[in-house]
């Protein structure tokens, strides 16, 4: 089966090899290999004899103009991939993503998940709950010298790997019409996984809990957990780093 990838990042890469590996025709395209989906050049080439296009991009910001940005790639890479004859597409998204209206990005990823559900392609949309190897970056995020600010949202952590997995299985398989959601297995609140990931590292850096804290102070309750469980446990995951 011929998949494009569009997003050569953290999970793009490694769908790519996962699929490869499975003896796919599967390539990675981003702007590194001339594919610009803002201004559309090289899609075309790019998704050229595709029979799945997974979309694994992100927006380099993460306020109001993240909006923008996946509002254009998603019209430009649809509109691409439709004329190509694609008869699936994939996107990646978070899941919860669609109760957290406060948030900008979030909104972001809720436009491309409509944008996706409306579109002329069959679709499955793969929701994850948060990567564990951004954890060290939302601690950096409210660190204020040597004291880390976090809410207790409960966030459920799961490895770039379980998630690209998923993407993977699903762009082998038939469109779902809808979404699937995958998360760790494993449930904390974010000021107790912050002190997990500081001990275990070695910081001495001393967590502060504070609800107003950073971006995910905006979410209400426990949205951004639930899907499918994967295996890998966020204190194992640290040891094995």
């Not at 790519?16 to 003896?23: C, F, I, K, S, T």
């Not at 409210?142 to 770039?160: E, F």
């Not at 979404?179 to 990931?197: A, C, K, M, S």
Request: aromatic share 6%; proline share 5%.
């Amino acid at each position: 089966m011929k998949i494009a990838v569009i997003g050569t990042g953290l999970i793009g890469s490694q769908v790519v090899d996962r699929l490869v590996a499975a003896g796919h025709d599967a390539a990675g395209h981003s702007r590194a290999t001339g594919v610009d989906l803002l201004t559309g050049e090289g899609l075309d080439q790019a998704v050229r004899g595709a029979e799945v296009v997974v979309d694994v991009t992100n927006s380099p910001t993460f306020d109001e103009a993240s909006i923008d940005f996946f509002r254009t790639s998603v019209t430009n890479l649809l509109a691409a991939a439709h004329a190509a004859g694609a008869r699936h597409v994939v996107a990646l998204s978070i899941v919860g993503v669609d109760q957290v209206p406060d948030v900008a990005y979030y909104r972001a990823k809720t436009v491309q998940e409509d944008l996706v559900k409306a579109g002329p392609i069959p679709y499955t949309i793969v929701r994850a709950t948060q990567f564990m190897e951004f954890v060290p970056a939302v601690l950096d995020f409210t660190t204020d010298g040597d004291v880390v600010r976090l809410p207790s949202t409960p966030i459920q952590p799961i490895s770039s790997a379980e998630v690209a997995a998923a993407v993977a299985e699903a762009a082998t398989g038939a469109p779902l019409g809808g979404t699937r959601d995958v998360g760790g297995p494993e449930v904390f609140p974010l000021d107790e996984l912050g002190r997990i990931t500081l001990a275990a590292t070695g910081d001495g850096r001393r967590v502060v809990t504070d609800e107003t804290a950073g971006l995910f102070a905006a979410v209400k309750g426990d949205v951004l957990t639930g899907g499918r469980p994967a295996t890998t446990r966020y204190r194992d995951w640290l040891q094995s780093r």
